[in-house]
């Protein structure tokens, strides 16, 4: 069974930044792509990053990019995002997530494309 724990959450102010971490549970957590969603509230979840098991090969919604980054430490088993520059708008609990399939990254931002999920982290950014 595969846990994902998320931290790094908190309250801050616009401009500020953030560094979340998810750690995983289980085995063979380097074969899989791992991603960041978010959702708002009275907001549908939406997709904010994601890193294929190949460190190098990463994705970021519109909204994020270039603010945002997302890393791997394959040795303790973490995946990170990096939030730069917040704005207001990016509050919302923040979740990651393990995609269902090994070496697969090609669905990274539907979110029915991962089959575990943490229990989520907020970020709240006041202006």
């Known amino acids: 069974q595969v846990q994902l724990v998320e931290s790094g959450g908190g309250l801050v102010q616009a401009g500020d930044s953030l560094r979340l971490a998810c750690i995983a549970s289980?085995?063979?957590?380097?074969?899989?792509?791992m991603g960041w969603f978010r959702q708002a509230p009275g907001k549908e979840r939406e997709f904010v990053a994601a890193?294929?098991?190949?460190?190098?090969?990463?994705y970021y919604a519109d909204s994020v990019k270039g603010r945002f980054a997302i890393g791997r430490d394959n040795a303790k088993n973490t995946v990170y995002l990096q939030m730069n520059s917040l704005k207001p708008e990016d509050t919302a609990v923040y979740y990651c997530?393990?995609?269902?399939?090994?070496?697969?990254?090609?669905?990274?931002?539907?979110?029915?494309?991962?089959?575990?999920w943490g229990q989520g982290t907020q970020v709240t950014v006041s202006s």
């Open positions: 997530a393990r995609e269902s399939t090994a070496y697969y990254c090609g669905s990274y931002y539907e979110d029915r494309s991962y089959n575990y």
């Open positions: 289980g085995r063979a957590f380097s074969n899989y792509c």
């Open positions: 890193i294929s098991w190949r460190p190098d090969n990463t």
